[in-house]
């Protein structure tokens, strides 16, 4: 299927402000309606200025100069880690989402690297025999004002007083 659409898939696409706009859409049907509210809520700006910072690597999927879906992902000497995704739900036929893996799956395999892709929804992964990993999380909040620093305080005193125990006697 990859195949049949790979001239529709696009890396490092030249990009315009309606073009983020798009991509905004596409991650809040997925990541805000279909799945959680609570996920963030990445806006134009946000995906313009990521796009602008040229860290992360940008994949789309075009018909007719329209974006119907994109990846971002980020590439390590051994690693492929699929970022963000968005697809436009209402055109199932075309299988959007299992190109755009498909692609990355590809790139994998093609340059001998690992395909990570995430940690999140584990039964679902397990049912299909994925190993456990520990993944972690980094926040800075050092900029914040006090009132919400102390959350994150009081997470980071809880984790340096547990944490150590909990890895040590395989609790989770």
């Avoid at 809520?41 to 200025?49: A, I, L, P, R, V």
């Avoid at 697809?87 to 799956?105: T, W």
């Amino acid at each position: 299927m990859a195949r049949k659409y790979s001239k529709n898939l696009i890396d490092e696409p030249k990009l315009n402000e309606n073009d983020f706009s798009v991509m905004e859409k596409l991650y809040r049907q997925l990541y805000i309606d279909k799945h959680n509210q609570f996920n963030p809520k990445y806006n134009t700006q946000w995906f313009e200025e990521v796009y602008r910072l040229k860290y992360y690597t940008f994949r789309v999927f075009k018909e007719d100069k329209d974006i119907l879906a994109f990846v971002i992902f980020y590439k390590t000497s051994e690693t492929i880690f699929p970022l963000i995704v968005g697809y436009d739900r209402s055109n199932e036929n075309k299988k959007l989402y299992e190109i755009l893996f498909g692609s990355l799956l590809k790139d994998s395999l093609s340059s001998n690297l690992e395909l990570f892709l995430s940690g999140g929804a584990s039964s679902y992964k397990k049912n299909r025999g994925t190993e456990t990993h520990f993944e972690f999380e980094a926040v800075y909040y050092d900029h914040l004002p006090l009132h919400r620093k102390l959350p994150w305080k009081l997470i980071k005193l809880m984790y340096d007083k547990f944490a150590q125990r909990i890895y040590s006697e395989d609790i989770i």
